[in-house]
């Protein structure tokens, strides 16, 4: 039946629904989602500035914003999460 594979790949997808990924990384759901939204929206709005900045390149991207600043940030965020499966 189409709607129960579409389930069951739903329910792969989403892994475990008791929660362990956020038990593994000592997390609330509220932490969780505020880490993995902020990065996530931090990383959208780069990544406009860089499309815009394809189209346009007369527009130069603020330093803060540029590509070495964005590596640094997902380094700096890649620490956090690794620091949090240690507490």
Same mark, same amino acid.
């Given at each position: 039946?189409?709607? =129960? @594979?579409?389930?069951? +790949?739903?329910?792969?997808?989403c &892994?475990? +629904? !008791?929660m362990? %990924?956020?038990? @593994?990384n000592? /997390? $609330?759901?509220l932490?969780?989602?505020?880490? #993995? !939204? $902020?990065?996530? #929206?931090?990383?959208? +709005?780069? &990544?406009?500035?860089?499309?815009? %900045?394809?189209?346009?390149p007369? *527009?130069?991207?603020? /330093?803060?914003?540029?590509?070495s !600043? $964005?590596?640094? /940030?997902l380094?700096? *965020?890649? /620490?956090? #999460? =690794?620091?949090r499966?240690?507490?």
């Open positions: 039946n189409f709607a =129960k @594979e579409k389930m069951i +790949l739903f329910a792969n997808f &892994g475990d +629904l !008791s362990k %990924h956020l038990r @593994e000592n /997390e $609330t759901y932490g969780h989602f505020v880490f #993995a !939204s $902020t990065l996530g #929206a931090m990383l959208i +709005l780069r &990544g406009w500035l860089f499309v815009f %900045h394809a189209l346009l007369i *527009c130069k991207i603020p /330093e803060r914003w540029n590509l !600043s $964005t590596a640094k /940030e380094i700096k *965020c890649n /620490e956090y #999460a =690794k620091g499966m240690k507490k």
